[in-house]
């Protein structure tokens, strides 16, 4: 027996909503998701009525100045990336590269989004990787703080429409019996139940930045 022919039918999208932009690793790409729809980040887009593009590629994020490039390049209203744990992970950035490299990620995306509110959100509670360093000597929590001192220099220098998200605030220890892998499996990613409350979080805190809801709202 052989398939002959398919049939599709489709309607497009025609709301208008505001465009939100988002990178990251695995974990923003939904894995321990019970479905596609039901990933965080598909989750915090239903609910805002925010049109999502996803970024996210496993074991794929670390900054790449192409996919800066392609940042900058999409219509946005909204721009959010979550960092740190593929460049801990797989060492392709050290302890001198990636308050640099956050950096000029940032600068390269605001050469067309010169004020478009900007998250850098750092990697959520890693409980094998937290203190241990990956191949290039950082640990994760390394990468958090470097992530935030790289927003904290961005702003100093005068783009106040970048934000810092500290990811223990989304999904932390207290989280972790959420969390998709078992004990006996390093644990990186939210299960099903933990995407929902990573999502509700996420929400909450974009909530907190007046700017942002100012602009998407506009």
Known sequence: MRLLEVETRWQPDERRRPRWVHYGSSISQGRGAASPSTAWHALVAESA???LT??????ACHMQPMTARLMRDLPAEVL???VGINSQALGSLGPETFTAAVIGFVRTVRERHPVTPLMMMSTI???ERESVAGPSGLTIEDCRARTARAVELLRAAGDLHV???DGLKIFGPSDAELMLEPLSI???HPGPAGHHLFAERFLDHLGM???LI???SA
Request: glycine share 8%; hydrophobic share 45%.
């Open 49 to 51: 009525g925010w049109d």
């Open 54 to 59: 996803s970024l996210a590629l496993g074991a």
């Open 80 to 82: 959010t990336a979550c």
């Open 125 to 127: 509670y890693a409980p």
């Open 163 to 165: 934000h810092y998200l």
């Open 186 to 188: 390093e644990r990186l």
């Open 209 to 211: 930045v007046p700017s």
């Open 214 to 216: 100012a602009r998407v």
